[in-house]
């Protein structure tokens, strides 16, 4: 149930993330409200998530799915370059939270 939670928490994550570029610097109503919505869900999907996963985990996971998610959706979608770099980057974060959750299995 944990990952479950954990998942909709990325989930929510992203979707507002996504909704905050289309809000315009929260000149858009709908956005701007997906936007908060968003936010405070995944805020709350965390925090039930942390009952039953560790603190170090979740928040890895959580925060490195994310933001691998969001720089795959700027370049699918938004016009964003897909240079090496960028990928090796993108490579990293899901490298350093493999590590960071073997790291926490000791």
């Known amino acids: 149930m944990g990952?479950?939670?954990?998942?909709a928490?990325?989930?929510?994550?992203?979707?507002?993330?996504?909704?905050?570029?289309?809000?315009?610097?929260f000149t858009r109503l709908w956005p701007s409200l997906l936007t908060v919505t968003g936010y405070v869900l995944a805020f709350a999907?965390?925090?039930?998530?942390?009952k039953t996963i560790s603190i170090g985990?979740?928040?890895?996971?959580?925060?490195?799915?994310?933001?691998?998610?969001?720089?795959?959706?700027?370049?699918?979608?938004?016009?964003?370059s897909a240079s090496m770099?960028?990928?090796?980057?993108i490579a990293l974060v899901v490298v350093g939270v493999v590590v960071l959750n073997f790291g926490g299995a000791h």
């Open 57 to 80: 985990t979740a928040y890895a996971v959580w925060s490195g799915a994310g933001t691998v998610a969001v720089a795959i959706i700027g370049i699918l979608f938004m016009n964003e």
């Open 85 to 89: 770099v960028k990928l090796a980057g």
């Open 9 to 25: 928490a990325i989930a929510a994550e992203v979707a507002a993330t996504t909704a905050m570029k289309y809000s315009e610097g």
């Open 45 to 50: 999907l965390l925090a039930q998530t942390l």
């Open 3 to 7: 990952y479950g939670l954990l998942a």
